[in-house]
């Protein structure tokens, strides 16, 4: 089970947002982040915990192993308000946490 | 530029099967390095996964959806299926397919989902 915190987090342009995932077993660094938008599929940000994927922005950093993870997002962009889901592959069957919204 | 688009009925009865296609271009479904997915998402709520076919046509299945679900594949149309059968009010979703990075470890690359509404 991933547990997402916190559940909305409300900031404005130009702050930092710091979202949190948690693991109820050890799941090394098979951990992902997706950002969601309204009406939009998941996009991927980061996998293996740490590795920004193809074309994401470097204030998206990803940290953490075993059961605690983060991401970071180093100054707001309008258009980073969105829902972040973090999702595990370490055991099956792959699972998702419940998502946290960010919003201004 | 790899693209996924998922098609189907969008209306589906109770106890019915939902039938979706999933078709893959810029990139092969033959492809040994990616697993071929389904996630479905129930509007609101979080993301379930459901499971995957690779090039070699095995298929790993969601234990709490494996008895309704069944993946194919048609390598000549470079698309991959989903069935699910006797639904529920309960297996109303966006319905995305994606692929699976296996040198990745994630989801890079999703369709854009279709809503899949289980009513009478």
């Known amino acids: 089970v991933l547990t997402q915190s916190p559940a909305t987090l409300s900031l404005s342009p130009g702050e930092r947002a710091t979202l949190s995932c948690r693991a109820s077993?050890?799941?090394?660094?098979?951990l992902a982040w997706y950002q969601q938008k309204a009406g939009q599929a998941p996009r991927l940000l980061i996998s293996?915990?740490?590795t920004r994927a193809t074309g994401i922005p470097t204030r998206f950093s990803g940290s953490g192993s075993g059961t605690d993870f983060t991401l970071t997002i180093s100054s707001l962009e309008p258009e980073d308000f969105a829902v972040y889901f973090c999702?595990?592959?370490?055991?099956?069957?792959?699972?998702f946490g419940q998502g946290s919204k960010l919003e201004i | 530029q790899v693209q996924m688009q998922e098609s189907g009925p969008g209306l589906v009865k109770p106890s019915e099967t939902l039938s979706l296609t999933c078709t893959v271009s810029?990139?092969?479904?033959?492809?040994?390095?990616?697993?071929w997915t389904w996630i479905r998402q129930v509007p609101g709520k979080g993301l379930e996964w459901i499971g995957y076919?690779?090039?070699?046509?095995?298929?790993y299945y969601n234990p709490s959806l494996e008895s309704r679900v069944s993946m194919s594949r048609d390598m000549s149309k470079n698309e991959f299926s989903l069935q699910l059968s006797s639904v529920t009010a309960a297996d109303t979703a966006v319905y995305y397919c994606?692929?699976?990075?296996?040198?990745?470890?994630?989801?890079?690359?999703w369709g854009h989902g279709t809503m899949v509404i289980v009513s009478s």
């Open positions: 293996e915990a740490s």
């Open positions: 810029g990139d092969s479904i033959d492809s040994k390095i990616h697993y």
């Open positions: 999702h595990q592959r370490s055991d099956w069957p792959y699972t």
């Open positions: 076919i690779h090039y070699s046509g095995g298929t």
């Open positions: 994606a692929r699976d990075g296996l040198t990745t470890y994630a989801f890079d690359i």
């Open positions: 077993q050890n799941v090394a660094t098979y």
